[in-house]
């Protein structure tokens, strides 16, 4: 009777555990299909809407393209916004300032946008080889960043006049993911060239190269930061992890591994609730990291190729890009889509 009792109970827990395990808080609530090369896209908590950056298919350079603008409550598109024949990849906002900035990849240049007035300025860096990627904005000082690995560089541009100033070299350097603090006054690139990973710290008001902390896994991408805790989160989609670094010593805190192929390229940190968003490209999927022990709470499958994610953090809702697949790649059920995923309330 005693080992009868024993093995129900045993029974018990492996059912509770598995129940907690396969408990799903996250959903996604809403999904829209857009007519382009759906890239990256940003929220605006001012006008509650969301920017997509949607070149033309086959990256027609003579083809009118835009910038989509979503309904953020559900997802309809409610307005375009024209950037001539230069093709939008990235984006970031000032939302201080309500101005868009665009990044023209294969054009070497970015664009201002006044989203009060539609006033545009395309700011070029004036390097032939330019090949540009991230865009980000440092709200408290009216400067955006852009990182550039044709030139390894990151573009420093003035917001009040939106006139590129100056760059942060790093010769034979591979800068792609951007990131900064504004209240260490800290410009974060991840250097894509060996194995070290680097992640570049720059003086923002300097423009100095102060640091190089190694992430030792080959081409990190993307970064986001933990302001409060001074933790950086880099994704790293060749070794399937997300390296976090302290960003005061530059040491390894932790390495969060995602599993076999799942290739992490966008993420955000959510503050309030302590949760790290990534965009697992190859297993198409979201997965949401509790950083305060550093495990996956759940993965959000998305049956499309997420790249990049943008975070209501008032709302706790998080807004998620799929490409679809390449030339050679097998056709995906939702490339080209937009998606939003929210939290069921305990």
Not at 127 to 144: L, M, P, T
Not at 185 to 193: I, S
Request: charge should be neutral; hydrophobic fraction near 35%.
């Amino acid at each position: 009777m005693k080992k009868l009792l024993i093995g129900c109970l045993f029974l018990s827990l492996a059912t509770t555990v598995t129940a907690q395990e396969t408990k799903k808080s996250f959903h996604i609530n809403q999904t829209q299909k857009l007519n382009c090369e759906v890239y990256q896209l940003v929220y605006n908590p001012t006008a509650k809407v969301v920017y997509v950056a949607g070149p033309k298919k086959g990256f027609d350079r003579k083809a009118e393209n835009f910038v989509y603008v979503l309904n953020a409550a559900d997802l309809a598109v409610q307005d375009s916004i024209s950037v001539g024949n230069y093709l939008p990849f990235g984006i970031a906002l000032n939302n201080r300032t309500q101005t868009l900035y665009v990044g023209h990849s294969l054009q070497n240049a970015i664009s201002a946008i006044d989203l009060k007035s539609k006033k545009q300025i395309l700011i070029p860096s004036g390097k032939e080889k330019s090949k540009i990627r991230e865009i980000v904005v440092d709200e408290q000082r009216n400067k955006v960043y852009v990182s550039d690995h044709g030139n390894p560089s990151v573009w420093e541009i003035d917001g009040k006049t939106n006139i590129y100033t100056r760059s942060f070299d790093k010769e034979g350097a591979y800068l792609l993911g951007l990131q900064v603090d504004t209240e260490r006054g800290k410009v974060y690139g991840t250097d894509g060239k060996d194995m070290e990973g680097n992640v570049l710290v720059f003086n923002s008001e300097s423009g100095v190269l102060e640091a190089a902390y190694k992430t030792w896994s080959y081409c990190p991408m993307n970064i986001t930061v933990d302001k409060a805790n001074n933790r950086i989160f880099v994704s790293q989609s060749n070794d399937n992890n997300i390296t976090v670094l302290d960003g005061e010593t530059g040491e390894i805190i932790n390495k969060v591994y995602l599993g076999f192929n799942t290739s992490p390229i966008g993420l955000v940190y959510d503050e309030k609730n302590d949760l790290l968003y990534t965009a697992n490209r190859a297993s198409q999927e979201v997965a949401v990291v509790n950083v305060k022990d550093y495990t996956v709470l759940e993965r959000i499958p998305t049956k499309g190729l997420p790249n990049t994610i943008s975070l209501d953090s008032q709302n706790s809702i998080i807004y998620v890009t799929n490409k679809n697949a390449g030339r050679n790649g097998d056709p995906v059920e939702n490339g080209n889509t937009v998606m939003k995923i929210t939290r069921a309330q305990d």
